[in-house]
């Protein structure tokens, strides 16, 4: 079982803004850094926001993460047709002393 | 660039055993320690576990912990998956990943396209 907290699903039409919500604990978003994967439909995830804010080189800033507390969200604005995907947040558990990922979240651009 | 191909998926019986492998290039492979990620089909990612760059280290998830075994050949550039006992549960695409240091630990960044392990009778 995922012990990071993900909404099953979110959707917007072309040119809105959406944002997933990522619920975690002390132990993992409480004391580390989040991460968050884009997996487009048949392909493997790719990284898309890591150390809770930074951006890898080619992802479009129309992405943006942030953390409070043991909660970390990905926004994503100026929703493109493209962005349909499942999104996954993820960081290190100090207590289970691995890696842990969300219950991922479905993102459909009407 | 980052390359990573899996293999030695395939199809085995409850109980039964699989090694996977991994070949890495594009990027200095013993400076980096590496995941294994798995998804079974239609479900969420499910980290499996992770190596340092020169092997000392090792993690497991509880669901795998004394069945699997992680380890590397840095002299290959290569990376390593033995499965022992397995189950149903462990049916899944298994993903090769890079581990990149960044805060505290190490952030799976770059992965391959995967290798699908059945197990089945």
């Known amino acids: 079982q995922s012990v990071l907290t993900q909404p099953p699903s979110a959707s917007g039409t072309p040119g809105q803004r959406v944002t997933v919500s990522c619920s975690g604990s002390s132990s993992n978003i409480g004391s580390n850094t989040v991460n968050w994967y884009q997996q487009l439909p048949g392909t493997a995830p790719k990284l898309l926001i890591y150390s809770s804010y930074q951006r890898p080189s080619g992802v479009p800033d129309r992405f943006s993460g942030s953390k409070s507390g043991t909660s970390a969200s990905l926004d994503i604005s100026g929703l493109q047709s493209e962005d349909e995907a499942d999104y996954y947040c993820?960081?290190?558990?100090?207590?289970?002393?691995?890696?842990?990922f969300g219950t991922g979240t479905k993102v459909t651009v009407l | 660039e980052v390359h990573l191909v899996e293999s030695g998926g395939g199809v085995v019986q409850p109980g039964g055993s699989l090694r996977l492998s991994c070949a890495a290039s594009?990027?200095?492979?013993?400076?980096?320690?590496m995941h294994w990620v798995r998804q079974a089909p239609g479900k969420g990612l499910e980290w499996v576990s992770l190596?340092?760059?020169?092997?000392?280290?090792?993690s497991y998830a509880d669901s795998v912990k004394g069945r699997f075994t992680i380890s590397r050949d840095n002299s290959k550039n290569s990376l390593y998956l033995q499965m022992n006992s397995l189950t149903t549960e462990d049916t899944a695409l298994y993903y090769c990943?890079?581990?990149?240091?960044?805060?505290?630990?190490?952030?799976?960044?770059?992965w391959g396209q995967g290798t699908l392990v059945t197990v089945s009778s």
């Open positions: 594009g990027f200095t492979f013993d400076d980096s320690a």
């Open positions: 990943v890079r581990g990149t240091h960044s805060g505290s630990y190490y952030v799976p960044d770059y």
């Open positions: 993820a960081a290190w558990d100090d207590s289970l002393n691995g890696y842990v």
């Open positions: 190596i340092s760059g020169h092997g000392g280290g090792t």
